[in-house]
């Protein structure tokens, strides 16, 4: 699978949505947007209606994460809102096979997400469920915190995990992602990269999506 880049509009301005997606469009392969709801993390962030409109203002799809207490409630209507990846937590969800079911009915392509003390291997049968697994390389609920490489055996075992049922599920990090951590993630088996800080604490944002690429690449 190619490398792809995810932006986290988490530390952007929260003001000027479109332009910060613009920023990055043609340069990143999704616009990763943080649902917090103050529950199952201690940050607050954006809801549905934020979503649904910032889906119309942008051309790039939105890889939605969902750190909520209730995805099973809320999950599919970020798909039907115009997202194009919607992820549950699995440390949240009470019913995860029929949460993500109704998440590809819904039309969007269904992520699992593990917190950083999560195991994966619990999770091995649900990967015929699943178009990408999320494995936070920090705790949720912050951008610009440092990235934690104790999860990077974690990454290493779903790789193969991933491998040993054909491949198909894209296999993404979050948290902590910038030049100096990339290329041990891309080296684990990682392939999709969320980043928030390394993106839009730099100076121009699309640069900084190539750079990144050009390191998990290598
Ligand atoms: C953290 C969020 C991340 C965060 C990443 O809970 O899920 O997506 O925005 O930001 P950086 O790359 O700055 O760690
Ligand atoms: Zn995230």
């Given at each position: 699978m190619a490398v792809q880049i995810s932006p986290s509009i988490l530390t952007a301005d929260f003001a000027h949505?479109?332009?910060?997606?613009?920023?990055?469009?043609?340069?990143?392969?999704?616009?990763?947007v943080d649902v917090m709801d103050n529950h199952f993390v201690p940050n607050l962030t954006i809801g549905l209606p934020v979503v649904a409109s910032?889906?119309?203002?942008?051309?790039?799809?939105?890889?939605?994460h969902l750190m909520i207490e209730d995805p099973d409630r809320w999950a599919p209507d970020y798909a039907g809102a115009g997202a194009g990846s919607v992820t549950i937590h699995a440390e949240a969800a009470r019913a995860p096979v029929r949460t993500l079911r109704e998440i590809r009915a819904a039309g969007a392509r269904a992520g699992l997400a593990l917190n950083p003390a999560t195991p994966v291997r619990p999770y091995e049968d649900l990967l015929g469920e699943i178009d990408m697994l999320l494995l936070m390389t920090v705790e949720p609920g912050f951008g610009g915190q440092r990235f934690l490489d104790i999860v990077l055996p974690k990454v290493r075992a779903a790789r193969e995990m991933i491998a040993r049922h054909g491949g198909e599920v894209w296999l993404q990090?979050?948290?902590?992602?910038?030049?100096?951590?990339?290329?041990?993630?891309?080296?684990?088996?990682?392939?999709?990269?969320?980043?928030?800080?390394?993106?839009?604490?730099?100076?121009?944002?699309?640069?900084?999506v190539?750079?990144?690429?050009a390191l998990a690449t290598r």
């Open positions: 949505l479109a332009d910060v997606a613009a920023q990055v469009d043609g340069a990143a392969d999704w616009l990763h910032l889906a119309k203002a942008t051309g790039l799809p939105l890889d939605c990090v979050d948290g902590g992602v910038s030049a100096d951590t990339i290329e041990r993630c891309a080296e684990a088996g990682a392939d999709v990269f969320v980043a928030g800080n390394a993106v839009y604490g730099s100076a121009d944002p699309a640069r900084a190539q750079d990144l690429r």
